[in-house]
Nanobody, 124 residues
C-alpha cells in the first residue's frame, strides 16, 4: 500500500509561483508513475502532469493548459515528486492531488493510489 501526502498549497496572486510536494511511502517509489491532478469547484478532476523514470530517463506529460508554466520533477532519494507552478492564473485554482500508479499510468492516466489533496487558490 502506498501512502501519498501532498504539501505546499496556499493562496497566491496571479503571476506568482508555487511548488507542491508529494511524499510517498510504502512502495518502491522509483517504479511508479507519479501524477498530479486537480479538481476545481463544480468540475471534474483533471490531469495536470505526470512523470516516470525508465532506463535512467525521466519521461513527463503535461496537460495543454499548463504546458510552459508547470514542471514536474522527482527526487528518488526523498521519495518525493514536485510540481513547480509558475505564472499562476485564477483558473489554476483547485485542489491538487498526487497519484501513484503502474508505469503505464504515464499514458493511461489511470492511477492506483491517491493523496488527500492540497488547496491552491490564485487570486486575480
Amino acid at each position: 500500500q502506498v501512502q501519498l501526502v501532498e504539501s505546499g498549497g496556499g493562496l497566491v496572486q496571479a503571476g506568482d509561483s508555487l511548488r507542491l510536494s508529494c511524499a510517498a511511502s510504502g512502495g518502491t517509489f522509483s517504479s511508479y508513475a507519479m501524477g498530479w491532478f486537480r479538481q476545481a469547484p463544480g468540475k471534474e478532476r483533471e490531469f495536470v502532469a505526470a512523470i516516470r523514470l525508465s532506463g535512467g530517463t525521466y519521461y513527463t506529460r503535461f496537460a495543454d493548459s499548463v504546458k510552459g508554466r508547470f514542471t514536474i520533477s522527482s527526487d528518488n532519494a526523498k521519495n518525493t515528486v514536485y510540481l513547480q507552478m509558475n505564472s499562476l492564473k485564477p483558473e489554476d485554482t483547485a485542489v491538487y492531488y498526487c497519484a501513484a500508479g503502474q508505469p503505464g499510468s504515464l499514458y493511461s492516466r489511470l492511477y492506483d493510489y491517491w493523496g488527500q489533496g492540497t488547496q491552491v487558490t490564485v487570486s486575480s
